[in-house]
């Protein structure tokens, strides 16, 4: 019974193409997350959903767009990708827009 | 730039001992949290410590948190070769609803 489970867990591509990765939450939160987190494993917010509505977009190149279809999905397409998009990109829930966060196992990009 | 500053970045120590790490941030938060990483995995939530709470404890887990000098402690006690990870701390800031921010991360190894 996994609460947060990301698709795929690897993601091996070429620069310029156009890829998407997945997020499910089977625990009932309203908010979502998509994190990055770099080769120094510095970890940054990229958007936020809460109820499928965006309320977090840092500043992030509008390569990436998230989509919401419903409360417990949230994806992540990339367009044109690029060697710097190489990361782990973690999803994360939460019930509250103050409590704690339940993250994904990430996805490990690779992009040559 | 960063709000979580972790210190050390990263501490070795033998089974048994106390491990220590502290984390510096800059604005008023509403809470603070702490994350741990295994090597390749997804973040775990360990504590959540909110900005009116001085000290909590979980287990062998033991968070300070001093709002006059905008830091916080995680103390594991008789730590064990499974605490080896990274540790993050993050700050929800006031005002920002529902945005944490990590720190640096300290990577504590722990040997038998």
């Known amino acids: 019974d996994t609460a947060v489970s990301q698709t795929p867990k690897y993601l091996v591509t070429q620069m310029g193409n156009d890829k998407s990765i997945k997020c499910e939450q089977n625990l009932g939160h309203d908010t979502m997350y998509w994190y990055k987190q770099d080769s120094k494993k510095f970890l940054k917010i990229m958007f936020s959903y809460n109820n499928k509505e965006l309320i977090i977009n840092e500043t992030v190149p509008n390569r990436f767009s998230p989509k919401s279809p419903d409360k417990a999905h949230l994806n992540l397409h990339i367009n044109s990708l690029e060697l710097g998009d190489s990361a782990v990109y973690f999803c994360a829930s939460q019930r509250g827009l103050q409590e704690t966060q339940y993250f994904g196992p990430g996805t490990r990009l690779l992009v040559l | 730039s960063q709000q979580g500053e972790e210190d050390p970045q990263a501490l070795s120590i033998q089974e048994g001992e106390n491990a220590t790490m502290n984390c510096s941030y800059k604005?008023?938060?509403?809470?603070l949290q702490w994350y741990r990483q295994n090597s390749g995995r997804g973040l775990v939530h360990l504590i959540l410590i909110r900005s009116n709470e001085r000290e909590k404890h979980s287990g062998r887990l033991r968070v300070t948190l001093d709002t006059s000098k905008k830091s916080s402690s995680l103390l594991i006690t008789a730590s064990r070769a499974a605490d080896t990870a990274s540790y993050f701390c993050a700050t929800l800031n006031t005002g920002t609803a529902s945005k944490l921010t990590f720190g640096t991360g300290t990577r504590l190894q722990v040997t038998l």
């Open positions: 604005t008023s938060i509403n809470n």
